[in-house]
C-alpha cells in the first residue's frame, strides 16, 4: 500500500504559468516532507522541504504548501521555465524510529512548453 | 569531488552472478543511505548507514542483498546470486544529516540477464 501518492503522472505547463505538482500521504507519523527533481540519466536533486510544524515553505520560484488535517502537500513553481521540465518526487520521512529514510512516490513528469 | 560518485554507472550481469555497486559520499556526509528504483517508479528505500553503523535494514528485498560501509564514507551494495528482478537503478545518497534533502549519486543501472 503505497503511503505517498502523486496521483498525477504528467503535468504540462505553458511557460510563464504556474506550475502545481501535488502529493498526497496516508501516515500521520511523517513530519518532513521534502520536493526532488529528477532529470533523465541523473540522480534526483533536492529542492525544497517543510516540516510538519509549517503550512509554507518558500525558496525563490518554489513554493511547497502543506496541510496537514488533508495529508496533502503540493510545490508550486512561479514562473514555469522550461528549464524546470523534469520528473518531480514528492518525499517524506519521520523524525521517530526510521528518523532520515524518505518515501517517495512516483513522480510526476512536468514539461514546461516555450 | 563535490558530488557523490557511484560506480559503475551501468552493470550487466547474468543471472546469478554476484555484484557489487560502489557509492563514494560527500566527505563528512554521516549519512548514507540506498535506494532501489524500478522503471517508472520513485527510488524505494534499501538501507541506511550512519557513519559505519548500519541503522535501518529493513528494505533489503531478501539475504542476497547486503551493504557495508566499514571506514565511515565508501560504501559498497552486494548482490548475490543476481535475479532478474534485481533489475534496477541502484541509487546512493548522502546527508549531513537525518533532516536535511539527499544529495544522491547518479546511481548504477543493473540489468540483469
Known amino acids: 500500500d503505497q503511503q505517498v501518492k502523486q496521483n498525477s503522472p504528467s503535468l504540462s505547463v505553458q511557460e510563464g504559468r504556474i506550475s502545481i505538482l501535488n502529493c498526497d500521504y496516508t501516515?500521520?507519523?511523517?513530519?518532513?516532507f521534502l520536493w526532488y527533481k529528477k532529470y533523465p540519466a541523473e540522480g534526483p536533486t533536492f529542492l525544497i522541504s517543510?516540516?510538519?510544524?509549517?503550512d509554507k515553505n518558500e525558496d525563490g520560484r518554489f513554493t511547497v504548501f502543506l496541510n496537514k488535517s488533508a495529508k496533502h502537500l503540493s510545490l508550486h513553481i512561479v514562473p514555469s521555465q522550461p528549464g524546470d521540465s523534469a520528473v518531480y518526487f514528492c518525499?517524506?520521512?519521520?523524525?521517530?524510529?526510521?528518523?532520515?529514510?524518505?518515501?517517495f512516490g512516483d513522480g510526476t513528469t512536468l514539461t514546461v512548453k516555450p | 569531488g563535490a558530488g557523490v560518485s557511484q560506480s559503475p554507472r551501468y552493470k550487466v550481469a547474468k543471472r546469478g552472478q554476484d555484484v557489487a555497486l560502489r557509492c563514494d559520499p560527500i566527505s563528512g556526509h554521516v549519512s548514507l543511505f540506498w535506494y532501489q528504483q524500478a522503471l517508472g517508479q520513485g527510488p524505494e528505500f534499501l538501507t541506511y548507514f550512519q557513519n559505519e553503523a548500519q541503522l535501518d535494514k529493513s528494505g533489503l528485498p531478501s539475504d542476497r542483498f547486503f551493504a557495508e560501509r566499514p571506514e565511515g564514507s565508501v560504501s559498497t551494495l552486494k548482490i548475490q546470486r543476481t535475479q532478474q528482478e534485481d533489475s534496477a537503478v541502484y541509487l546512493c545518497?548522502?546527508?549531513?544529516?537525518?533532516?536535511?534533502?539527499?544529495?544522491f549519486g547518479s546511481g548504477t543501472r543493473l540489468t540483469v540477464v
Open positions: 501516515n500521520s507519523m511523517f513530519d518532513y
Open positions: 545518497a548522502s546527508s549531513p544529516g537525518t533532516v536535511y534533502g539527499y544529495t
Open positions: 518525499a517524506a520521512s519521520g523524525f521517530e524510529a526510521n528518523a532520515g529514510k524518505s518515501t
Open positions: 517543510i516540516s510538519s510544524i509549517k
